[in-house]
């Protein structure tokens, strides 16, 4: 069945960086479009980033432009989040999700990477 | 940009109906999605498309979408339908996913 899984979190200090990956396997990543989307603790969803199944069109919410850069590798079975200058407001758990009907329908969901940023 | 508006919270006996209202403005021309999160684990579609039902999701979620109101029908609510529920849109203005505020619902 449908499986992603992320990595790459962990603690980092304010103003630093770090890099979450999600693989994904038992569906044709290709064919879907990938979001990245956190939640801090005891709070709720957050939509980060949105990336077609080709790679050709990305969204991002204001408050990570420019400092986050999604991307994927379909050879990898791949979706990434580059994030930098991270922000303590940002500390939370980042979920990889895709979806193949559209409007950012999220059909299947990783178990989520915590991102702590702390000094 | 785009604001989805939902409830902090609902709370019922098992067997009643539950109904979680999402608010945007203009809500109704748009697809809504439903999401079911349980404390430590990832969220899960329930409703697609206003009033889609995923495989596995029982018949007792249920979901309508007009003028500015969306809402989440849970029949017979049992205890395992404790959760947080999110409603979602897409913003084709701003081109952004947008999440409502998520609502607890609390099976007394």
């Known amino acids: 069945q449908a499986q992603l899984v992320e990595s790459g979190g962990g603690l980092v200090k304010p103003g630093g960086s770090l890099r979450l990956s999600c693989e994904a396997s038992g569906f044709t990543f290709s064919d879907y479009y990938m979001n990245w989307i956190r939640q801090a603790p005891g709070k709720g969803l957050e939509w980060v980033s949105y990336?077609?199944?080709?790679?050709?069109?990305?969204y991002y919410a204001d408050s990570v432009k420019g400092r986050f850069t999604i991307s994927r590798d379909n050879a990898k079975n791949s979706v990434y989040l580059q994030m930098n200058n991270l922000r303590a407001e940002e500390t939370a758990v980042y979920y990889c999700a895709s979806g193949i009907y559209g409007s950012g329908r999220s059909d299947y969901w990783g178990q989520g990477t915590l991102v702590t940023v702390s000094s | 940009s785009y604001v989805l508006t939902q409830p902090p919270s609902v709370s019922l006996a098992p067997g009643q109906t539950a109904r979680i209202s999402c608010w945007g403005t203009?809500?109704?021309?748009?697809?809504v999605y439903w999401y079911q999160q349980k404390p430590g684990q990832a969220p899960v579609l329930v409703i697609y498309d206003d009033s889609g039902r995923p495989s596995g999701i029982p018949e007792r979620f249920s979901g309508s979408n007009s003028g500015n109101t969306a809402t989440l029908t849970i029949s017979r609510v049992e205890a395992g339908d404790e959760a947080d529920y999110y409603c979602q849109v897409w913003d084709y203005t701003s081109n952004h996913v947008i999440f409502g505020g998520g609502t607890r619902l609390a099976v007394l």
């Open positions: 990336i077609t199944n080709t790679g050709s069109t990305i």
């Open positions: 203009n809500i109704g021309s748009k697809s």
